[in-house]
């Protein structure tokens, strides 16, 4: 059934399952099958590098609230590279944010060498000269930004980038596809790491492309087949099963970020605040009117990278941990990985648990 007519939650919990038969199970299964009974060649599914019915199902729901066709891949930097790989030829020129995941710019400088791409590194908020555009092949967008959180305009950069004959791609993790519907607003590809909120539950990893054209959704499907990053079923039929209680996990992120935000502004030990949901943000009304919700995901700065350590040491509820979206508040020390960051730089991923509980434990931790 299509549920486009329907609320976040409805969608999340009928998204991709069958229409009911009797005596089938309510739910399916995920299926294994590497290869399938050929039969008298009617069709259907043949080898399972190919196809999955398990893949189909939850493409079909994250496609239906992305508002376009969905390929399943098997984790974000496989959407990522592939799309790369896909849409760039020699010589290209290429922007990407260079406040935006590292490993992008890494997957760039180290695996396309051969492609000798014209690189043009622009922080999320800016500047976009029209010098950035020229020539263009492929935007890539991050937006709000990861780690930095900065947000930048969809609608207007798509059309610039379309102006010079160059498609728009948009990093959509951070705000998962209930907050955020890139293709709605002019983009030409939207990627995203399901394996933060939309998964959420960090027991795996996966990772989407959607796009409205049809051909490049042949494209992509035929680039997972013959490079065989394919992903698994039981991730797949996991993250479909946790997909059912995305809207309300990241109601209650998207609340604890708020009370965590809230609690932590002008404390003394507490610099760089920056929360797209919170109205003094600076990129709060851009955000808003682009995005449709909030999620879990802000920053802050600590001191340095002692005073981040200490905080984890005092907290009972936060841990630190390298991803984000989770039902476990975690942060993360970005300067670790190398972004270009001050030392006490943290990410913080609200969780699951109860309001009142986290924001206690946060400001006892910080003393
Ligand atoms: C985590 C992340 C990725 C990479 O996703 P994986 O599933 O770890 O490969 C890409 N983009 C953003 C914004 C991310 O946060």
Redesign the pocket.
């Given at each position: 059934m299509t549920t486009e007519d329907l609320g976040d939650g409805t969608r999340c919990v009928r998204g991709g399952h069958p229409e009911p038969v009797g005596g089938t199970p309510l739910l399916p299964g995920p299926v294994f099958a590497a290869p399938y009974h050929l039969g008298d060649g009617e069709g259907g599914d043949f080898y399972g590098r190919a196809g999955n019915p398990t893949w189909r199902a939850l493409e079909s729901a994250i496609g239906e609230l992305d508002g376009g066709r969905c390929v399943l891949l098997p984790?974000?930097?496989?959407a990522?590279s592939t799309v790369l790989r896909a849409v760039l030829g020699v010589g290209d020129a290429l922007v990407l944010p260079s406040d935006?995941?590292y490993?992008?710019r890494q997957f760039v400088r180290d695996e396309l060498t051969a492609l000798d791409l014209d690189v043009r590194e622009i922080p999320t908020p800016g500047p976009w000269d029209d010098e950035v555009f020229r020539g263009v092949r492929l935007v890539l967008l991050?937006t709000p930004s990861?780690p930095g959180l900065d947000v930048c305009d969809i609608a207007e950069l798509a059309e610039r980038a379309h102006w010079a004959g160059a498609l728009l791609a948009v990093?959509n993790?951070?705000a998962t596809p209930l907050g955020q519907r890139p293709l709605e607003l002019g983009a030409d590809i939207v990627i995203a790491?399901d394996?933060?909120a939309l998964a959420g539950h960090s027991d795996l990893?996966?990772?989407h492309v959607s796009v409205r054209d049809e051909e490049l959704a042949e494209r992509l499907v035929r680039a997972r087949t013959l490079s065989g990053a394919i992903p698994g079923p039981f991730e797949t039929w996991l993250a479909h099963r946790s997909m059912g209680t995305l809207d309300l996990r990241l109601a209650r992120q998207a609340e604890n970020a708020a009370a965590l935000v809230a609690a932590l502004r002008g404390h003394p030990a507490v610099s760089g605040l920056r929360w797209p949901g919170s109205p003094d943000d600076p990129s709060h009304d851009l955000a808003r009117r682009q995005m449709r919700r909030w999620n879990g995901v802000f920053r802050f700065e600590l001191a340095d990278a002692a005073a981040v350590a200490e905080f984890v040491r005092r907290s009972r509820l936060v841990v630190a941990a390298t991803?984000?979206g989770g039902l476990h508040s975690t942060v993360d020390r970005r300067a670790q990985w190398g972004d270009p960051v001050p030392p006490g730089f943290v990410r913080f991923s609200a969780g699951c648990e109860d309001p009142d509980d986290l924001v206690a434990d946060v400001l006892q931790a910080l003393g």
């Open positions: 984790s974000g930097m496989a990522i935006g995941y490993a992008t991050e990861n990093d993790t951070t790491s394996t933060k990893l996966l990772g991803s984000f």
